[in-house]
């Protein structure tokens, strides 16, 4: 039999880590009057810029480079959606030939730390459907997410402001040093305090009877479109998270 080699108990050569793998992410928004306009990252590697290249399918079968682009333009909705450093985007000029249906165009994304391919297509009419159905219901829950948001701050510091009231006014009890008129102040300055608070927990009281109404009509209005349209099941999925989101940030305004 041939001698086996027995492993070197002895080496300490490290070994190296697995690269983690890519997640890309991204979107072709549209290509108008001959330019492309979208976005792209690497979740696992948030500061790579994504090389991306514009393709599309002939008429024959042959595939061809429209143009090449980096993502790495600067994007504010990409900043407030917590991708990275919101340096993401991409815009190109595209030589697109004549008789070529650009809604075809699609981009073609390498990730450069790992060399993962991904490619995006334009969104479909339905899905661009959905997308004009979602927008005005996405505002106004962002809207009243924000309003909630400074609700909640200002709330907070009105407990604070209560706090210290009822803090200074027992070391004054508690050392003796209190008089009548400066108990009085301290009390009538106590009760305004919890007066506003309790007209802030009112207005957030018919915030949430407003978001709750429009929470239904959103989710009506996307029963409808998605009848019409047949549209794929992940819009719908995307809604009821947004409005799952909302709920749980208004919750946190009441109680957090």
Do not use: C
Request: aromatic fraction near 4%; glycine fraction near 8%; charge should be negative.
């Amino acid at each position: 039999m041939p001698d086996v080699a027995a492993p070197d108990t002895l080496s300490s050569t490290p070994v190296a880590a697995e690269p983690a793998a890519s997640v890309i992410e991204g979107r072709v928004d549209a290509v108008q009057a001959g330019r492309i306009y979208g976005w792209a990252w690497d979740r696992s590697y948030p500061t790579d810029r994504m090389t991306v290249e514009f393709r599309a399918e002939l008429p024959d079968g042959r595939s061809v480079v429209l143009g090449r682009a980096l993502a790495d333009r600067p994007r504010e909705d990409l900043v407030g959606g917590n991708f990275g450093d919101g340096h993401h985007a991409f815009e190109a000029d595209l030589e697109i030939p004549a008789g070529l249906d650009p809604t075809r165009v699609v981009a073609v994304v390498v990730a450069p730390s790992t060399g993962t391919i991904a490619t995006f297509a334009q969104p479909s009419a339905e899905e661009k459907l959905l997308e004009r159905t979602l927008a005005p219901h996405l505002v106004r829950i962002g809207a009243g997410l924000d309003a909630a948001r400074r609700d909640h701050q200002q709330i907070a510091a009105g407990q604070q402001g209560i706090a210290r009231l009822l803090r200074e006014t027992q070391e004054r009890i508690a050392a003796g040093q209190a008089g009548t008129n400066a108990a009085a102040g301290q009390q009538a300055a106590l009760s305004d305090a919890l007066h506003s608070l309790q007209e802030r927990v009112a207005g957030l009281e018919v915030f949430l009877v407003r978001m709750d109404t429009t929470l239904r009509g959103f989710d009506d209005a996307l029963k409808v479109k998605s009848a019409k349209s047949h549209a794929p099941t992940i819009i719908a999925a995307l809604a009821s998270a947004v409005g799952a989101f909302a709920a749980t940030v208004i919750g946190l305004a009441i109680f957090g």
